[in-house]
């Protein structure tokens, strides 16, 4: 294999407190890739984070954005594409600082998108252990429940529409611009939801290119959160990911779904507690409090302007 297959290939990462999963993850794939290019967009946890992303950026040959706020994962990526996009790459790889992948995968992911520039992709990701962590995964348009893809037969004759995690993405910059990037709504979680649904409605696809694999060290960002259930999560877990099941609905679906959605809004927050374990609620009243403000917000917020709805069914290839 050739470099020059990644010289219009930008990595981009946002780091939020990380730096050490940059160094571990992100540096022997730049390194075996001289081509490509790195943005790191750093979103503030204190001064010294930054001092070492810098010298970390700087030793490695990566641009870097320091941030003096904390822009949330969407927000940060929107950051790290348009400075990618200033130096003239065509094509973003999407990676969490805790998620890993090596070249030759990597290059799998841009054969699929140079033949399918309108296709968001990506790789299987699989586990330390192997196990598998993402192969696609649909929202139920019904509720707001989100299922593997692979569970599919389990629940036939339903409406889905497919998504992909944001932890490891490849995007066209044709693409990226038709979409306008990740909504800042949303500062964390089911913002690569919405991104998907931005693809479809835009008249591009979702899809897994199973002959890539990735690997997600769970938990070490906390990752996009769907995945994991038993382990107790954070604050902003929790808040984050019963509010935003809201938004969406807010933003992109229809009056009958909205309502729908609503109407088993406190169910579906109590899942989102189950997933870190009923023996947290013991020692911590966190969990229920995150989740009451993260109804409150949810319940609350109004999309300006309107989003369209939600219109393709199930577009996954």
Request: charged fraction near 20%; proline fraction near 5%.
């Amino acid at each position: 294999m050739t470099d020059s297959i990644f010289a219009s290939l930008a990595v981009v990462v946002v780091n939020f407190g990380s730096c050490a999963l940059l160094e571990e993850n992100l540096q022997p794939l730049s390194r075996s890739a001289p081509d490509l290019s790195v943005v790191v967009v750093d979103n503030f946890t204190d001064a010294a984070e930054q001092a070492r992303v810098s010298a970390l950026a700087e030793r490695e040959g990566w641009q870097h954005v320091l941030s003096p706020t904390n822009l949330g994962f969407g927000g940060g990526m929107n950051v790290g594409v348009a400075r990618a996009q200033q130096s003239g790459r065509t094509q973003f790889l999407l990676l969490n600082p805790d998620a890993a992948i090596i070249a030759d995968q990597v290059a799998r992911l841009i054969a699929v998108v140079r033949e399918h520039p309108l296709t968001l992709v990506s790789p299987r990701i699989l586990r330390p252990d192997g196990t598998v962590w993402f192969d696609g995964s649909d929202l139920y348009l019904d509720d707001g429940r989100v299922r593997a893809t692979r569970r599919r037969a389990d629940h036939p004759g339903v409406r889905t529409t497919p998504w992909l995690s944001g932890a490891c993405l490849l995007i066209s910059d044709e693409l990226w611009r038709r979409i306008g990037g990740f909504s800042d709504d949303y500062f964390l979680y089911w913002e690569d939801v919405e991104l998907s649904q931005r693809v479809l409605h835009e008249g591009g696809a979702v899809a897994v290119c199973a002959a890539a694999q990735a690997t997600h060290a769970q938990g070490g960002t906390q990752g996009s959160g769907q995945h994991s259930a038993g382990l107790a999560k954070s604050y902003s877990y929790y808040y984050y990911n019963v509010r935003n099941r809201l938004v969406f609905a807010a933003r992109n679906l229809d009056a009958p779904d909205r309502r729908r959605w609503r109407r088993r809004s406190v169910s579906a927050a109590w899942e989102v507690i189950a997933r870190g374990g009923r023996r947290q609620l013991l020692t911590s009243v966190q969990p229920l409090i995150a989740a009451a403000r993260g109804l409150r917000d949810g319940l609350a917020y109004r999309p300006a302007p309107p989003a369209t709805p939600v219109t393709a069914p199930n577009r996954m290839i």
